[in-house]
């Protein structure tokens, strides 16, 4: 028995969402000649931002310290008699779902000595129900492709032979990768002075895609009616 004709096609889909989360990074800074000194500014300095953390519950999600460090500073070449200063750090990473008030966190932050903050960074979470939304649209899309490509035949679809995510197919896997990105990259990371911040950021939107590639049986094609068209 003849095989019946497959028709291969590849759906794609694109969609514009809200963020879910935003990311801040805020660092405190320490310099004096004496060590001791400078880890008693660093961890003054380091309370003051907490305490500002501490006023938005209803905005921040998390916030960790990811990292601090203290080194000594020598200035050039140093004498015999020259005694190093030193410098120390600590960094926040901090994610934040209230938007509404993320311009006034950043404001503040930003205010508080030898203190700087870069962000915000938008994003949307691992779960978030777009990639679901996107991931079906694209399905959706390889059928109507299908559709027109079997009706341009003077055909229609007769069943799903495979569908897989881009490059999966048995027979794809050499060609060049499709788009598959489900987020927006990353802006570079920009420190931000107080006076440069709006109270109101408003969210960059996300961009979700995703590409699928199916194959389908159709039924014998009328080509003759084709060649009439």
Known sequence: MAQPPVLAVRGEAVLEVDPDIARIEVSVAAVDGDRAETMRLLTERAAAVAKVLDGFPDVIEKADTSGIRVSPQLPGRPGPDQAPGYHGAVY???????????????????????????????????????????????????????????AALGSELAGLIELADTRLLSDSRSQPEALASSKTALPHRVRVAPERLSVDLIPARQVVRATVEARFTIAEPDLAAVDSG
Not at 96 to 121: C, H, I, K, N, S
Request: glycine share 8%.
């Open 92 to 150: 926040h990473a901090i994610t934040v779902t209230g938007f509404d008030r993320l311009g006034e966190l950043m404001a503040q932050l930003a205010e508080q000595e030898l203190t700087q903050v870069g962000g915000p960074w938008w994003e949307l979470r691992p779960g978030s129900p777009a990639y679901r939304r996107v991931r079906v649209a694209a399905v959706r899309d390889a059928v109507r492709r299908a559709r027109d490509y079997a």
